[in-house]
């Protein structure tokens, strides 16, 4: 394997990975309202999710659903409903900086789930697998997903060290209440997307 094709791969990853997306709107989010190493726990969870994912898509599971279009479908609107319910929590927040609030907190399964359910994951996923690995190749799954897995770690995580940074400027619960509701409608229009 050359170093091009290494940083290709990386450079894929690292599109797909920063650019804006449910999980980034939700990483984001949650350090403009809670501690940063809480929502560590969050990144952590998106982004062995999306490896998980990514590993299985490598090794035939979008091809099986193709086959099985129901539950293309069903898995589809599981998808906008569960992102439409994470943008209605954004929305009605009540702009209270609660550090240490446990409540209505996405965490590690949090993040774990949305990969799945986020059709942007499964895009990037089935994009990554049909571009770098030649006729489902085994080694070359295993080596892109060894080099998604930091960098999409470091992706979300850059979002989460965004909204930490602006948790410095939106101490007042009236602006933070505006920052989630524009992020809330910003995570359900990118269910507008998935409808078309």
């Known amino acids: 394997m050359t170093t091009t094709l290494w940083l290709s ?9 920063i650019s804006p997306g449910p999980v980034n709107l939700v990483s984001l989010s949650n350090g403009i309202r809670r501690q940063l190493r809480t929502g560590l726990w969050f990144v952590t969870g998106a982004a062995l999710g999306f490896t998980a994912l990514f590993i299985a898509i490598g090794f035939g599971l979008h091809t099986l659903l193709q086959q099985f279009s129901l539950l293309n479908t069903v898995l589809r609107w599981a998808g906008i409903a569960f992102l ?3 943008a ?9 900086l609660d550090l240490e609030e446990k409540t209505h907190q996405p965490g590690f399964f949090t993040g774990a789930l949305m990969q799945w359910l986020n059709p942007k994951a499964w895009l990037a996923s089935a ?3 049909s571009a770098y690995t030649a006729n489902g190749d085994a080694t070359l799954v295993w080596i892109f997903a060894a080099i998604y897995a930091p960098i999409c770690w470091l992706s979300i995580g850059c979002w989460l060290a ?6 410095r400027h939106i101490q007042q ?3 933070l209440r505006w920052v989630n509701r524009s992020l809330g409608l910003l995570l359900a229009a990118s269910c507008g997307a998935l409808l078309v």
């Open 162 to 167: 965004a909204g930490s940074f602006l948790h």
């Open 9 to 17: 791969m990386a450079s894929f990853a690292l599109a797909a990975s």
């Open 84 to 86: 439409l319910y994470l």
């Open 88 to 96: 209605f929590q954004l929305f009605i927040s009540n702009g209270n």
């Open 173 to 175: 619960p009236n602006k």
């Open 127 to 129: 994009a990554g697998i």
